[in-house]
């Protein structure tokens, strides 16, 4: 499985990017996926979550508020909008699926597939 990350970039404070992620698997839809950041000398945490099925979703709550997770199912795409942006959020950011279909996407140990990252820099 491969996870294609884009959209990040540099922005200023208060700005808005949204982050898409294509995914090569053929079962798309029967997996959590979400977004997961690391920023330079931090682990990496998760940011969002999306169910499989009924498209449940989790935020931080950092971004809550802030940021909002979907997902097209005909389009094997994962996406993050992310509003409001603050120089707290710079970090690279990376989509993932989680581990086995029937696992929820709760932390990087329920990683089955990493995406490549994205870079995002909120300027001030």
């Known amino acids: 499985v491969q996870l294609q990350a884009s959209g990040g970039g540099v922005v200023q404070a208060g700005d808005s990017l949204r982050l898409s992620c294509a995914s090569s698997?053929?079962?798309?839809?029967?997996?959590?996926m979400g977004w997961f950041r690391q920023a330079p000398g931090k682990e990496r945490e998760l940011v969002a979550s999306?169910?499989?099925?009924?498209?449940?979703?989790y935020y931080s709550d950092s971004v809550k508020g802030r940021f909002t997770i979907s997902r097209d199912n005909a389009k094997n795409t994962v996406y993050l909008q992310m509003n409001s942006l603050k120089p707290e959020d710079t970090a690279v950011y990376y989509c993932?699926?989680?581990?086995?279909?029937?696992?929820?996407?709760?932390?990087?140990?329920?990683?089955?597939?990493w995406g490549r990252g994205t870079q995002v820099t909120v300027s001030s």
């Open positions: 993932a699926q989680a581990r086995y279909s029937s696992w929820s996407l709760s932390g990087t140990d329920r990683v089955g597939y």
């Open positions: 698997e053929r079962t798309f839809s029967v997996y959590d």
């Open positions: 999306i169910s499989r099925g009924d498209s449940n979703t």
